[in-house]
C-alpha cells in the first residue's frame, strides 16, 4: 500500500514558498506612503485620574469623573477615536479640546454607543448628568 504525504513531509518544500511571499509582501517599490500622524502629547495617569477635579464647571468636573479615563490623553478613547479621524484630523481625539462636537450629538454617542465605545444607560449616567456634559464638551473653544 502506498503512503499519502503528510504535512509534515510536505513543511519543507513550503518554508521557501512563504519566504518569497513574505519578502515579496514587504518590498517598498509597490507600497504607498503612509501619512504621518500627529504624535499625541503624553498625559500622566494622575492628569486623567484628577481630570477637572478643581473646575467650576460641573460639567467639566462630571466630564473628569466619568469620561476622562478613556477620552483624555493617550488611553483607549482617544486612541482609538484617533485611528478613525481623516488624515487632516489626526492628534485630534481628545474630545475636552475639541471645537467641533455638538451636544446632541454626544448624547446620542453616549447613549446608542459607536464602534467600541459602549452605551451609556440612564442608571450610569443621568440625564441631568449627560446634559452637563454635553454641554462643555459642546462649548466652542477658542
Known amino acids: 500500500m502506498k ?3 503528510s504535512f509534515s513531509h510536505m513543511g519543507w518544500m513550503l518554508t521557501p514558498v512563504a519566504l518569497i511571499a513574505l519578502v ?3 518590498s517598498k517599490e509597490n507600497s504607498a506612503p503612509v501619512p504621518e500622524a500627529k504624535a499625541q502629547p503624553k ?3 494622575i492628569t ?5 477635579r478643581d473646575s467650576k464647571d460641573e ?6 469623573k466619568e469620561c476622562a479615563f478613556c477620552h483624555v490623553g493617550t488611553s483607549t478613547g482617544s486612541f482609538m477615536l484617533n ?29 446608542n454607543g459607536l464602534v467600541n465605545m459602549p452605551a451609556f444607560s440612564k442608571i450610569e449616567i443621568s440625564d441631568e448628568d449627560l446634559d452637563k456634559i454635553a454641554n462643555y464638551l459642546a462649548r466652542k473653544k477658542p
Request: proline residues 4%; glycine residues 10%; positive net charge.
Open 3 to 5: 503512503k499519502k504525504p
Open 24 to 26: 515579496a509582501g514587504c
Open 43 to 45: 498625559i500622566s495617569a
Open 48 to 52: 486623567t485620574a484628577t481630570f477637572g
Open 59 to 64: 460639567g467639566e468636573r462630571l466630564f473628569g
Open 83 to 111: 485611528r478613525r479621524l481623516p488624515d487632516d484630523q489626526k492628534g485630534n481625539a481628545d474630545l475636552n479640546k475639541r471645537s467641533d462636537l455638538e451636544a446632541d450629538y454626544v448624547k446620542a454617542v453616549a447613549r
